[in-house]
Structure formats: C-alpha cells, structure tokens
C-alpha cells in the first residue's frame, strides 16, 4: 500500500482545494493499492519560516512542534501531492512556506500536484517545478491544470468531468 500525502494549498474559506480534494479522493476510491492523508496547511499553521539556520544547512534542527509535525507527515508518506492554486502568477504564500521549512525531508521525495487557475494554474506549476527541483524532490511528469471555464468554474464545481479527472488520474499514476 502506498501512502500519498496530499496538501491543500490555500487557506481561504470556500476555498477551490477543497474541491480538487474531493475530485483526488474519487479518484482515489478507485485503487486498492494507494491510501492518502491529508496534510491542510491552514490546520498545521506553520510559522512563517523562522529558523537560524536554513533547512540545507547540517545545523539545521526542528525545533517549533507544528514544523515538526509537518516534517513527520513529509517523512513518512511514500510521495505528495500539492493541490496548487495559483496566487499572483506563483505559489501561494502558504506553500511556499510549507516547502521553505523541510529541507531533507524532500530529497528523492516523489512529488506532484493538481494545480487550477484561470490558466491551469500553469506559472504556479512553473514555481513548484523549480522550487521541489532545487530541493531535490523526484518532481513527476504529468502535473495536473485544471483551467477555469475549461475544466472547472472559479467555484470549483466541475465542467468538463471527464478531463479533470483523466488528469488527476495521469498524476496520481505516477506517484502511486
Ligand atoms: C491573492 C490571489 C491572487 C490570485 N492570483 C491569480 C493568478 O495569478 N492567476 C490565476 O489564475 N488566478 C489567480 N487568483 C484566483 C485563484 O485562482 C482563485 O481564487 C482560486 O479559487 C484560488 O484557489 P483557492 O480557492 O483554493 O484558494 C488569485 C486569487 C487570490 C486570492
């Protein structure tokens, strides 16, 4: 059994993600082989990143406990997916400082994201490519895009079902 981590990326009320949530869980329900937790940033409330040391350095130590418990979901689940909005043609705030607080614990990690915007969310794909790429995350191929008015209204319900969920589905195959 293989264990996805799946973090939600936004902290809005009425947000989106919870909706690409239920669209991963769906897909999820279909395999035996795979299980998810879920890892809600909003929930973990990280701080913002306050260490001396940066998270590369051999000095860096976990010391604030919501870092430590997020470094523990990283560690032991078998991959992550992101559920990535697109905020202001990059990552969230909130996760990008999720991914600025472990350092290690990315290493060889493999890791995809469904992403949405009115683009797909494709510049915040482009950040998180580069920024897991530099932690040395195993960043997978199909990330999915998931375009308002293409493939989901702005509210998240869903327009064309079929897409989204053959994207979700080429992510999480990779992963699984
Ligand atoms: C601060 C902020 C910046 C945004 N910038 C973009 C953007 O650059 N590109 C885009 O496609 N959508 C942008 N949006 C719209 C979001 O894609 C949309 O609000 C989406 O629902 C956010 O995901 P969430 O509801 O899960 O937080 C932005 C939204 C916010 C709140």
Redesign the pocket.
């Known amino acids: 059994m293989s264990t996805i981590l799946v973090v939600l990326g936004?902290a809005?009320p009425g947000?989106?993600?919870d909706k690409v949530l239920n669209y991963i869980k769906a897909d999820v329900e279909t395999r035996d082989d795979v299980t998810i937790t879920v890892a809600d940033l909003k929930e973990i409330n990280l701080p913002f990143f306050d260490n001396e040391q940066p998270p590369i350095s051999p000095d860096y130590t976990i010391t604030n406990p919501q870092v430590a418990a997020w470094s523990e979901m990283v560690k032991s689940a078998d991959s992550v997916l992101f559920i990535t909005?697109?905020?202001?043609?990059t990552l969230s705030a909130i996760q990008k400082n999720a991914l600025d607080s472990l350092g290690p614990d990315w290493n060889e990690k493999p890791a995809t994201a469904v992403a949405?915007?009115?683009?797909g969310?494709s510049?915040a794909v482009e950040t998180l490519r580069e920024v897991l790429g530099h932690l040395k995350a195993d960043v997978k191929h199909d990330i999915a895009q998931l375009g308002f008015m293409k493939d989901l209204n702005?509210d998240g319900s869903l327009l064309d079902e079929a897409n989204v969920a053959l994207q979700i589905k080429a992510a999480i195959d990779e992963i699984a």
């Open positions: 936004s809005r947000r989106v993600a909005p697109e905020y202001n043609h949405y915007g009115w683009s969310g510049l702005p």
